[in-house]
């Protein structure tokens, strides 16, 4: 297994706040790797700098072989990693179809009839809601909707940023349910969730990050037995 | 609805009648209340008595009013709760369909219809309806407050003016170059604000526009400064609309062997106006079905949700600014030619703020909206003239009451979904 994306040494200030420690991580191709942390440990802040906002103040960000880290957004975002923000972001007066084809931007809309045809078989819920306003729509709605618009660019990694926010736990079920089967496909997948439980029961691997610190790191089913994670991020149970 | 019976609060209405009768003293007390005289004032309390007594009056009758049932209704029928752009079915025929020709077929009509006066009326109806439509894909679509637009307009208008006095070119030579001389003062004015919003970015592009007008007025070598410059008319095949035209030019009566009408430059005018109106109406349409446009409004609607999926936010920043400019340019050509004669005065904040009323009135990112309410606030004052010392009092009210009943303007936005392609098995 080849490393598809790596963190080396990265570290982010916003002014005089660290936010980011000299973080590494890696993500190897096909794997599920997921990041997580409590509130302001850093994991939006390390998605967000692969996409240059903010930008890293050292280290680099390794993307098949190349430093990304000082590329535009549009650059990264035209080569193979698409993101699902945090907090969905997902065009409020735009219809289910337009959004999903603002995900073919990067790559340009060769592919869209074909690319939004396996979004509807994904997710068959966008397919009834077609043509509604998204801003009408449920929340588990629109997380659904965030990530079927980031893998309209046909990306190669796929970067999730707590799609678990907000929803219902049956409705989390079913959107972890469908990471599953895009992971399946062969997707490589950087999940950052709050949600260790899920999180890690999908993850082959996972990071735990704790004040832009990355604290401990092993495969998923470790992390999930492992008595410190229990206690801070799984209820100790 | 319940069927509870309305009980009206009159205490209530009785207080808001106060509340309102206040204000109004406010308001009018110093501009009906105080006459200036010569250098005296002269206090006139028993008009501002009346004003006063009138605004309560009617505040308690609308208070009264809308605690009845009716009432409640009315109000609840006009809230429209509902914000945000209005999506169509895709595939849905529009009403307009019909319109739309024999809108075109009437328009074409005109000229020989009306009177003169009527035209050069027209006339500037279009030119603002174009000033709208430049404007409407800067704050309407793109989501971009800028305060400065008539600065782009200055800029045409000058171009015609200057590029005739120093380079020799007439109008169908300065049209594509005044469009292309704004779009770069577009970009010129882009660049810097391309990190700014909301505010900042109101303040910056206010300044921009009294940058332009400050220059055109001080820099009194090349504009001649506030005596303003002479515009060149366009000509028809060559041929010129004066009377008598110039060395080795024909005059167009002449040539056609007709009278000589000042009437015929006006409706040449209107003529050429008239198509460069439909050819930015159609390339508006395509270009808000094209990707540029829906990235428009996506930058409009979440800047944050653009970064994260790689939009190149400079371009579609810098688009937007330079196909509005480009389009307040054009406009500016065609009232230079239209007068005759420009000089800074007429590009005054003034006209930002007229042209930013016709974008909001008119319902933001709408087209045909911003067509009639281009119409509404440049020909209904013009023909209303007796009422001129009323001009702005009418224009106050009106903003007031579309804002109250129809927020989002006259006509909301409207898009078609994206159609059902083929091979979309439903
Ligand atoms: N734009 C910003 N300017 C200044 N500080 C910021 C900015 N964005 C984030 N921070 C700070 O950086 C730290 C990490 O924030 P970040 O959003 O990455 O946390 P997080 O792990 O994603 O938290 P959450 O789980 O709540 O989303 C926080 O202390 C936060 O206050
Ligand atoms: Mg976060």
Redesign the interface.
């Known amino acids: 297994m080849s490393s598809l994306m790596e963190f080396k040494e990265v570290d982010v200030h916003y002014g005089p706040i660290q936010a980011l420690k000299k973080v590494s991580l890696s993500v190897n191709e096909g794997e599920i790797v997921t990041l997580i942390g409590a509130n302001g440990a850093g994991k939006s802040t390390l998605l967000m700098s692969i996409f240059g906002q903010p930008r890293i103040s050292s280290g680099e960000i390794i993307y098949r072989g190349e430093d990304i880290s000082k590329k535009s957004s549009h650059y990264v975002a035209s080569h193979g990693l698409a993101q699902s923000p945090e907090g969905r972001r997902i065009f409020p007066g735009m219809t289910v179809e337009e959004n999903l084809l603002m995900g073919t931007i990067p790559i340009g809309m060769d592919h869209a009839e074909e690319d939004m045809r396996k979004m509807f078989d994904l997710f068959p819920r966008l397919e009834e809601r077609r043509n509604q306003r998204a801003s009408t729509m449920s929340g588990g709605e629109q997380q659904m909707l965030a990530i079927a618009r980031a893998l309209m660019s046909r990306p190669k990694l796929l970067l999730l940023d707590e799609p678990s926010l907000g929803l219902a736990p049956i409705i989390v079920k079913q959107i972890f349910e469908i990471l599953k089967d895009v992971a399946s496909t062969g997707m490589t997948i950087f999940l950052v969730e709050q949600n260790a439980n899920h999180a890690l029961k999908l993850a082959d691997r996972g990071y735990v990050m704790v004040n832009g610190e990355i604290r401990m790191s092993g495969t998923g089913d470790e992390l999930l037995v492992n008595p410190e994670v229990r206690e801070a991020y799984l209820g100790g149970h | 609805m319940s069927q509870a019976v309305v009980s009206i609060n009159y205490k209530k209405s009785v207080i808001d009648a106060v509340i309102a009768g206040l204000l109004a003293l406010i308001v009018f007390g110093p501009i009906v209340g105080i006459v200036l005289d010569g250098y005296d004032f002269n206090a006139e309390p028993e008009r501002l008595m009346w004003i006063v007594l009138t605004v309560m009056a009617g505040r308690l009758a609308a208070s009264v009013f809308f605690q009845t049932s009716k009432g409640a209704a009315f109000l609840y029928k006009h809230s429209s709760k509902d914000e945000?752009?209005h999506?169509l079915?895709?595939g849905h025929k529009s009403k307009l369909r019909w319109i739309i020709p024999l809108t075109i077929v009437i328009a074409l009509l005109v000229p020989f219809i009306a009177s003169k006066y009527i035209l050069t009326v027209v006339i500037l109806g279009l030119i603002y309806v174009l000033l709208g439509l430049g404007l409407n894909i800067v704050v309407g679509l793109a989501g971009l407050l800028d305060l400065g637009f008539v600065g782009f307009y200055a800029i045409g208008a000058y171009g015609l003016a200057l590029g005739y006095e120093h380079l020799g070119l007439g109008f169908w030579s300065m049209l594509p170059i005044a469009a292309i001389i704004a779009a770069i003062f577009g970009a010129i004015l882009g660049f810097p604000v391309l990190r700014m919003h909301g505010d900042y970015l109101a303040i910056v592009t206010l300044g921009f526009g009294e940058i332009i007008r400050l220059v055109l007025t001080n820099w009194t070598e090349l504009t001649q400064g506030p005596n303003g410059m002479n515009a060149p008319l366009p000509t028809f095949f060559g041929m010129e609309f004066k009377r008598r035209a110039s060395e080795g030019h024909v005059p167009f009566h002449e040539f056609f062997g007709i009278p000589y009408s000042s009437a015929y430059k006006y409706i040449f005018i209107y003529l050429v106006l008239l198509l460069v109106v439909l050819g930015v109406l159609y390339v508006k349409k395509r270009l808000t079905k094209m990707?540029i446009g829906?990235?428009w409004?996506?930058l409009r609607?979440?800047e944050?949700?653009c970064?994260?999926?790689?939009?190149?936010h400079v371009l579609v920043k810098l688009s937007a600014f330079m196909i509005g400019a480009s389009t307040g340019g054009l406009a500016g050509v065609f009232f230079a030619t239209y007068q005759g004669f420009v000089n800074p005065s007429s590009f005054t904040f003034f006209e930002s703020a007229l042209i930013l009323a016709i974008v909001v009135l008119g319902g933001m990112g709408s087209t045909l909206g911003v067509v009639i309410a281009a119409f509404v606030l440049t020909v209904a004052p013009e023909l209303l003239r007796e009422f001129a010392d009323y001009r702005v009092l009418a224009f106050g009210m009106l903003m007031v009451l579309m804002m109250i009943w129809k927020p989002r303007g006259l006509v909301r936005m409207t898009r078609t979904?994206?159609e059902q392609?083929e091979?979309?098995v439903k």
């Not at chain 2, 970064?307 to 190149?312: A, D, E, Q, V, Y």
């Open positions: 945000g752009v999506v079915l895709p990707p829906r990235a409004e996506a609607e979440d944050i949700a970064r994260s999926l790689g939009l190149n979904g994206v392609r091979g979309n």
